[in-house]
């Protein structure tokens, strides 16, 4: 079983405690180790993120608290193989319906709440990807993005 670092735990400071509670969840029955890695965002950071390519919207939850992004760890060691992200969307779509707590991924963003979602966040992955294309239009894969919805 994992736990949060402290660290992770100060960049949950400013965000909804709704979803914070789902983060805290999700790490007590993750299959991957995972911190937090952005939280409450100030304007000036969205800005840049946006400008780089980072992200797509000014609009961001991030503004609001209202979103996180999360690492994934193995060995101790960041890594950003997508594979491990679909494993921590699994638990964070445990947590959600656990607790209630609606949430979109930003690797399936057509799914309103992942809690309610009957397959594997792969599976939700696939199709968001499949629907993308089917619309001519490139998927925008976020893996490490929850938000509330």
Not at 8 to 17: A, D, M, N, P, R
Not at 93 to 100: M, N, T
């Amino acid at each position: 079983m994992f736990k949060l670092s402290s660290k992770s735990t100060k960049k949950l400071q400013g965000v909804e405690k709704d979803l914070v509670e789902v983060v805290k969840m999700a790490i007590k029955v993750s299959k991957i180790d995972f911190g937090v890695i952005c939280g409450m965002r100030t304007e000036k950071e969205q800005k840049a993120l946006v400008e780089k390519g980072a992200s797509k919207t000014m609009k961001s939850k991030h503004l609001e608290g209202k979103a996180v992004d999360l690492m994934a760890y193995v060995d101790g060691r960041a890594s950003w193989e997508l594979n491990l992200y679909d494993d921590i969307a699994d638990a964070m779509a445990i947590a959600s319906k656990e607790i209630g707590v609606p949430l979109r991924w930003g690797a399936a963003w057509q799914i309103d709440n992942i809690g309610d979602w009957k397959f594997t966040m792969q599976q939700a992955m696939e199709q968001y990807i499949d629907l993308r294309r089917s619309q001519g239009r490139r998927p925008f894969i976020d893996g490490p993005h929850f938000e509330l919805s």
